[in-house]
């Protein structure tokens, strides 16, 4: 059972100023709403409000489009944008990889096992080597080849999946090219990346060898929302793990994948479950 079947989500953000929590509690409160859970966080540097509410209607014949217009003109006050998510909704995704499967595999475990609260749409790739993984979860999968000659033709094949598919967040599990600009754009806020996280930063070929080789004691990785700025978007988590020395390269390999994977899963529970706020070129997170 999802933990959200009977609790709707508001998230809501707006320009700091006195009354923000109270046009929130307030209205729930005078539609018969009982809040099972609230945070809020108001950045005195950037000047925002950010406010997630979970609550469940008390009343028979709570309706959504009545309430959301309702919520609207008291909102308007606070120049108050906000989202509404019914209860079990399951958001519609589509995940791109290349020929790394860990994370893949990660995620298609949690959506099949209901612990993420998603509908995969399609996969989509620049190989052909996980089809026969798609194929068993009954899940489309689309190969598109990449060269850089075929760079904006491919890419527009991915626009027509996603396009056509629905989906309202992309999920780059491991996907191995880099995005054009104008892709960055159409995506912003609604596609997350995933990547290895070694200090001192190790780029290129084979970085948890050349890490090994530098006899690094920590390996870990990011999942961040994708711009233009090459890993650079804004932060929803990270992972760390210890490294010792007896922990060869292929040790290393095998503890990047796994915290990959977790920090990965955790970056779109969280955006699904309406956890992650944009703030400028940061990330405000309501954890759970």
Known sequence: MNRYDDIWIMAAQCPS????VDVVTRFLKERGCYITEQQSFDDRLSGRFFIRTEFRPEEAGFDAAVF???FAERAAEFGMSFELTPPGRLMPVVIMVSKADHCLNDLLYRYRTGQLPIEIR???SNHPDLASLAEWHGIPYHHFP???QTKAEQEAQVREVIDASGAELVILARYMQVLSSEMCTRLSGRAINIHHSLLPGFKGARPYHQAYEKGVKLVGATA???NDDLDEGPIITQGVETVGHADYPE????KGRDIECLTLARAVALHVERRVFLNTSRTVIFER
Do not use: E, K, S
């Not at 100023?17 to 923000?20: A, D, E, M, V, Y």
């Open 122 to 124: 399609a996969i989509v």
């Open 146 to 148: 990449i060269t850089p």
């Open 17 to 20: 100023r006195l009354g923000t």
């Open 251 to 254: 040790d290393l390999v095998a």
């Open 224 to 226: 961040h929302y994708i």
């Open 68 to 70: 959301q217009t309702a």
